[in-house]
C-alpha cells in the first residue's frame, strides 16, 4: 500500500472511487487522505454527495467550527439527501478539517440533473455544455448506456437511458470543473467507482480542463467469489481492462443482491446512482 499512498500524493488529483454504504471503502479513502497530508500534501477535498446548494452551510459550518466533523452532516442537510449515514463519510472529514483542508461541494443540484435527464440542458451553465460538448453525444456513447443500463440492473426503459447518460456526463463535468476551480495543493474527490473511471468519467472531464495535470484515480472494488484475475471485474464495467489507474480489492459489505434490492426500490429517481457504484 506504500506505492499506492505514493502514487496518489504524487498526483494533482486523486479521485478515490467508493461503493457508498461500504465501510472500509471510507476508512481506506481518510487512510490516503492522511498518507497525503503526511507528505506535506494540503488538497482541497471534494465529495460528490454535497451539492452546490449546500455549499453555502457547508462554508458556514467550516467558519463558525473549522474542526467539527461530527457536526458537518447536519449542518449541510446530510441525512435528507439520501446518501448513506454521515458516520460512514466522517472519518475522511475528520482527517480533512484536522489538516486545515478546504472542503468542496462538487456535484450538480438534485433538481438540474433531473432536469438534464429529461433533456433540459438549459438549466446548465452554457460554458459547461459548450467546454464539454454535453449538448452531443459521447464518442463512448453506446458504452455509457451500456453502463446506465447495467447500473440498473436492466430495469430501466430504454427512453430514459440517453437522458441519464448526458446527466452523468454532465455531473463529472461538474465535478471536474470544482475539483480545478477549488484546488489549492490539488484536489481529492469522493464519489462513487463509476465517476472515476478514466475512460469516460471525471478524469475525461479533466483532461479537457488540465490536461497537463497528474491524476491518479483508484477504485474500491468488492471480491466476488470465483473471481481470481482482474479481467473478472473489468467484464463489470464492460471493459477489457479495468477502467481505473489503481484497484483496491476489499471485502463485501456484505450479501445483498443489489439488483433484487434495486428491484425492489423502482422506479429509481434518474439524480441517484446504482447503489454503491457509480
Avoid: K
Avoid at 486523486?14 to 498518507?35: C, I, S, T, V
Avoid at 462554508?59 to 439520501?82: C, E, F, I, K
Avoid at 440533473?113 to 460538448?133: E, F, N, Q, S
Avoid at 483532461?207 to 473471481?227: K, R, T, Y
Wanted: glycine share 8%; aromatic share 6%.
Amino acid at each position: 500500500m506504500t506505492a499506492l499512498a505514493s502514487a496518489v500524493s504524487a498526483a494533482r488529483f486523486a479521485l478515490l472511487g467508493e461503493r457508498h454504504d461500504h465501510p472500509e471503502h471510507h476508512e481506506f479513502q481518510a487512510w490516503l487522505l492522511r498518507r497525503m497530508v503526511e507528505s506535506g500534501r494540503r488538497p482541497a477535498l471534494a465529495f460528490e454527495m454535497l451539492d452546490t446548494t449546500q455549499a453555502p452551510a457547508l462554508a458556514r459550518h467550516l467558519a463558525t467550527a473549522p474542526r467539527d466533523a461530527a457536526g458537518l452532516g447536519d449542518a449541510v442537510g446530510w441525512g435528507a439527501s439520501g446518501w448513506p449515514d454521515w458516520r460512514l463519510y466522517q472519518p475522511i472529514a475528520v482527517t480533512a478539517l484536522a489538516a486545515g483542508l478546504p472542503i468542496i461541494a462538487a456535484n450538480l443540484p438534485t433538481a438540474t440533473v433531473r432536469a438534464v435527464a429529461r433533456g433540459d440542458l438549459a438549466t446548465l451553465d452554457p460554458a459547461l455544455v459548450r467546454r464539454h460538448a454535453l449538448d452531443r453525444p459521447a464518442p463512448a456513447q453506446a458504452a455509457l448506456e451500456d453502463e446506465i443500463r447495467a447500473a440498473h440492473c436492466g430495469a430501466l426503459p430504454d427512453t430514459l437511458v440517453p437522458g441519464m447518460v448526458t446527466a452523468q456526463r454532465a455531473r463529472d463535468a461538474e465535478m471536474a470543473e470544482r475539483l480545478v476551480a477549488g484546488q489549492r495543493d490539488g484536489a481529492v474527490l469522493i464519489a462513487g467507482a463509476g465517476h472515476v473511471r478514466t475512460d469516460h468519467g471525471v478524469p475525461r472531464a479533466l483532461a479537457v480542463l488540465a490536461p497537463e495535470a497528474g491524476v491518479a484515480a483508484v477504485a474500491f472494488l468488492e471480491v466476488a467469489d470465483g473471481w481470481t484475475a482482474p479481467a473478472d471485474y473489468a467484464a463489470r464495467f464492460g471493459a477489457s481492462r479495468l477502467p481505473f489507474d489503481y484497484v483496491w480489492f476489499t471485502a463485501r459489505a456484505d450479501n445483498v443482491d443489489q439488483c433484487a434490492r434495486l428491484r425492489e426500490r423502482a422506479p429509481r429517481s434518474p439524480e441517484r446512482d446504482q447503489p454503491g457504484a457509480s
